[in-house]
């Protein structure tokens, strides 16, 4: 579906909202690796991180310190390559001290997520991933109001562990997606088995399968698991590209299948 857009969205082809019912259970580092895997899948890719409170994408992408520039027609987002396959937007460009914590209220929120919606000069994108707060708050609401003014959604995706699965959360998050006509893309369950640093072998030290089920009940679409890899978090901790650095892990197979499911459900070459 090609998108109906303006201004800085104009060639924005696809945007995908990544959401999560509780904080910490990997919707930044899905948000990251998704990019990265598009971006090797020969895509152009946006990040836009909306998540005000904790912008953690700029360390995982190894570009904290970068100052954003203003153009004719806006900002210009901080890239990661020379090439400019892969852009990002996030608060914590715009903070003096990256860890400063953001203790807005709710108007400023909505007005920095409708200037970074409107005035991001993002150039031509295949896929534009939106990094959203955990939880469904105010942030959600400012960004579908204002994408809907300058482009379309083609959805979101919602990141879930195989324990917070069974919580009411997620549950919430979805619910939201349906009264807001937001289309459910898919659900991954991240963190599902644990992945032995010694011998690569997973073991499903919690639960498992509670994202295919939880999707299966809501009549979603399951995209896949990651699972839980202490090379993943070293690799993000480091800004390493995970992808780059482990190309034959089961975790980059899982990420790239993930991948490749999103590009086919999107009907993107
Ligand atoms: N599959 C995984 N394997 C290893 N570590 C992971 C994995 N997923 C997430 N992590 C680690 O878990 C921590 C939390 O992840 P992340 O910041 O992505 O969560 P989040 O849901 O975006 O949190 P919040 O929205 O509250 O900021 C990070 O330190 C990250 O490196
Ligand atoms: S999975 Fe195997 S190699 Fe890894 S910690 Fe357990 S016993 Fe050791």
């Given amino acids: ?65 970068s100052d ?32 400063e914590a953001v203790v807005w209220r709710g108007p400023k929120k909505t007005a920095l997520i409708g200037q970074f919606v409107s005035d991001v000069a993002w150039g031509e994108l295949d896929v534009l991933l939106v990094d959203t707060p955990p939880g469904t708050s105010d942030e959600h ?58 011998c690569s072998e997973c073991s499903n030290v919690f639960s498992k399968g509670g994202g295919e089920e939880l999707a299966k009940l809501t009549g979603s679409v399951f995209l896949g698991s990651v699972p839980l890899d202490p090379l993943l978090s070293s690799s993000l901790e480091e800004g390493k590209d995970f992808i780059q650095s482990f190309p034959n892990s089961a975790t980059f197979s899982a990420i790239n299948s993930i991948c490749q499911t999103l590009l086919n459900n999107l009907e993107i070459d």
């Fill in 68 to 99: 954003v520039h203003q153009c004719d027609s806006g900002w210009v987002p901080v890239y990661t390559d020379a090439q400019k396959t892969l852009a990002l937007m996030s608060i914590g460009f715009l903070l003096e001290d990256p860890d």
């Fill in 1 to 65: 579906m090609e998108q109906n857009t303006d201004g800085n969205m104009a060639q924005v082809r696809h945007v995908v909202l990544v959401l999560s019912g509780k904080g910490g259970v990997g919707k930044s580092t899905i948000t990251t690796e998704l990019a990265l895997a598009l971006r090797h899948a020969g895509k152009k890719v946006g990040i836009l991180d909306v998540d005000l409170c904790g912008p953690s994408i700029p360390r995982m992408l190894s570009i904290v310190r």
């Fill in 141 to 198: 609401l400012a960004v579908l109001e204002n994408m809907k003014k300058h482009s379309s959604i083609d959805g979101a995706i919602l990141v879930t562990t195989p324990q917070a699965v069974s919580t009411g959360d997620v549950r919430r998050e979805i619910t939201f997606c349906k009264k807001t006509g937001v289309k459910i893309l898919g659900i991954i369950e991240n963190m599902s088995g644990f992945v032995c640093p010694h």
